[in-house]
Structure formats: C-alpha cells, structure tokens
C-alpha cells in the first residue's frame, strides 16, 4: 500500500485529516483516518510558548492576589497606627491638663 499524500476532509470526521491509501495492485483507494487529540496537532513550539502564556497568566493572577492582600493589610496598619496616636494625643492632652493643675496647687502654695 502507498499513500497518495491526498489530504481529504471528510464530513464525516470534522476536522481530523484523513489520508487515502491505494494498493499498488488493485487501485482502490482505502481510507485511514488518523485520530489526535486537538492539541496534539500543534507543533511542539506552540505548545511550549502556551504553556508559558499560561504559567505567567497565573503567576500573575497571584501576585494580584498577593498586592490586593498586601494593601489591604497596610489600609489596616495605617488605620491602627491612626487609632493610637489618638489615643497618644488625648493621654498628653490628659497628662498636659494634669501638670498645669499640679503647677497651680504648688505654685499656690509656694506662695
């Protein structure tokens, strides 16, 4: 049997190629069809470049992830560190009041 090199496309089998075969002495033509997979038909560099655009696509779908967690956590810092310099402020302003009246009193009574 030879092949022809005919690649047919056939209703029947989509879009796999089918090729036809003839036999040296009775001329009729059999048809194989080759089964693959669809990825399968890509040439290896295809794949690879594929496999990278996938690999980055997550590497950066994480790392999105990871800045959205990493800005969320400082929102939250900033937001403590505010909370304490309040607290901070309204203590001086406390210990300030705090220091005149006993100023006044020794003061008073220095007198």
């Known amino acids: 049997m030879a092949v022809t090199g005919d690649e047919t496309e056939s209703a029947a089998t989509g879009d ?3 090729y036809q075969l ?9 048809s194989i069809v080759m089964a ?3 990825g399968s038909m890509q040439n290896p560099s295809s794949q690879h470049a594929e496999e990278i655009t996938r690999k980055r ?3 950066l779908m994480k790392n999105r992830e990871a800045a959205r967690e990493c800005r969320r956590k400082k ?3 900033v937001k ?10 309204n203590q001086n302003k406390t210990l300030i009041e705090e220091l005149k009246a006993l100023k006044d009193i020794y003061c008073h009574k220095a007198e």
Request: charged share 25%; hydrophobic share 35%; with cysteine.
């Open 16 to 18: 796999i190629p089918a």
């Open 22 to 30: 003839r036999s040296p002495n009775s001329g009729l033509a059999q």
């Open 36 to 38: 693959a997979s669809p």
């Open 57 to 59: 696509e997550v590497r």
């Open 75 to 77: 929102k939250e810092y």
């Open 80 to 89: 403590c560190l505010e909370n304490r310099v309040a607290v901070l402020e």
